[in-house]
């Protein structure tokens, strides 16, 4: 008993001076039994929430969050993050942003998301699972190749566009993934790019398309679209629909005139 009331007394002063080290508004802490697991269940109560719980097991701990902390949902972290990645970019924003924008403690985030790479990798991954959808929508359609190629390019920027804040994210950070989240991500991205490449494949193999290096010619389709977002103004002359056709026929058609061949 003597044994059990100093080791409680250690970890109470060991999880005061952990809250401490965070800057938490403690109200009270309650170390009130051991479990049948043989550590200790643990309560605290600090200003913005209700009572949170701690199961610390000797030198371990497992926060679980309640709440509202429990009902934050994971989208809603990511889309919050993606709005201050596409603003500041990756390296400059921090997971303590993150949390304050979502109304959650920086421990509290780690609850949902592991590390600023796996929000990064998994906006990447909401990003292309929404293209992805989008563009499949349209190599379905039985349509003649330009049609589907003009089709494919005004639904790919609209979605870029609608969804600017995951756009740049996209497009702009991909290149801050750490080496194992970005063998996690080309899958996907290579899956995105075979949309694309379907599609020419199919208009070559109709005898409309002429490519001789159609991989090449996806990187420079991409290259044009992708782009697009950086300059584009909702307020300009063009709509994004009138730019996408735009974009695709000068793709498909080049500079030349007929009469040059």
């Given amino acids: 008993m003597q044994y059990q009331s100093m080791q409680l007394s250690f970890i109470k002063k060991?999880?005061?001076?952990?809250?401490?080290?965070?800057?938490?508004?403690?109200?009270?802490i309650h170390l009130p039994f051991y479990d049948k697991n043989g550590g200790i269940s643990i309560q605290i109560r600090e200003k913005r929430h209700n009572v949170d719980s701690l199961h610390c097991p000797l030198l371990y701990c497992y926060y679980r969050p309640v709440g509202r902390e429990v009902n934050m949902t994971r989208d809603e972290i990511l889309m919050a993050a993606s709005k201050i990645?596409?603003?500041k970019g990756f390296?400059?924003?921090?997971?303590?942003?993150?949390?304050?924008?979502?109304?959650l403690r920086k421990a509290s985030l780690y609850h949902h998301v592991s590390s600023k790479q796996e929000i990064l990798v998994a906006l990447l991954d909401m990003a292309l699972d929404l293209l992805i959808e989008q563009l499949q929508d349209v190599v379905d359609q039985d349509l003649p190749s330009r049609e589907k190629f003009i089709l494919a390019m005004k639904v790919y920027l609209d979605t870029l566009i609608t969804n600017r804040g995951l756009s740049s994210v996209l497009l702009l950070e991909h290149r801050s993934l750490d080496s194992k989240m970005h063998a996690r991500h080309v899958p996907q991205r290579d899956k995105f790019e075979a949309l694309w490449r379907g599609i020419i494949d199919e208009g070559i193999a109709k005898g409309e398309f002429h490519s001789e290096d159609p991989h090449l010619a996806?990187?420079?389709?991409?290259?044009i679209a992708n782009w697009t977002i950086m300059w584009f103004r909702p307020d300009g002359p063009l709509s994004i629909s009138e730019i996408a056709e735009k974009n695709a026929i000068l793709l498909l058609e080049g500079f030349s005139t007929p009469e040059a061949g």
């Fill in 14 to 28: 060991f999880i005061l001076a952990f809250w401490w080290i965070f800057k938490l508004p403690l109200r009270s």
């Fill in 85 to 87: 990645i596409a603003e």
């Fill in 218 to 223: 996806i990187k420079q389709v991409l290259g």
């Fill in 91 to 103: 390296h400059a924003t921090s997971m303590q942003e993150i949390a304050e924008a979502v109304d």
